[in-house]
């Protein structure tokens, strides 16, 4: 397999241990490999991905280099949440329910109300978890505490 002289072989080595992505970190070393005189069949076998992924990896270092081994723009439905109204929904998410929330700890349904009322996007509800997690959020909470409730009482009711 050809692998263009982009990189010198040592220099590619270096740069596949020094990357923390761990995909990029596969291709590099696969690329390396190719590189080193082993064939397709053999990287596949010694890194795990298929042998046509290998040649594709490959052909895109021949053709454009060492850069074009990190990922790519991928397809899909872009968020609805733009990019300014990040920071401010991250701080709103931060700041916690208001008292015209109406509740005492943030769930879904009220997260997706406070993206309807306050950015003006509409999320179904299981689309109102990944902003949350891309901001990562995780949908664990501990168990909310009424405002109302006395710490001596609860103590004491735990003593007897």
Request: hydrophobic share 40%.
């Amino acid at each position: 397999m050809h692998v263009a002289d982009h990189l010198p072989l040592d220099e590619l080595r270096a740069r596949a241990d020094a990357e923390g992505d761990k995909r990029l970190f596969l291709r590099l070393r696969a690329v390396y490999l190719a590189a080193a005189g082993l064939t397709a069949p053999e990287v596949a076998a010694a890194l795990g991905p298929s042998r046509r992924a290998i040649r594709r990896w490959v052909a895109r270092y021949n053709a454009e280099g060492p850069d074009a081994l990190g990922d790519r723009p991928r397809p899909g439905q872009p968020t609805l949440l733009r990019e300014p109204d990040v920071d401010r929904f991250r701080a709103r998410l931060e700041a916690g329910p208001t008292p015209g929330d109406g509740v005492c700890t943030l769930r879904g349904r009220d997260v997706r109300a406070i993206l309807a009322s306050e950015f003006g996007v509409a999320y179904s509800m299981p689309g109102v978890y990944a902003p949350l997690h891309r901001l990562g959020y995780s949908c664990l909470d501990p168990r909310p505490r009424h405002p109302r409730s006395d710490p001596a009482a609860r103590e004491e009711f735990k003593k007897n």
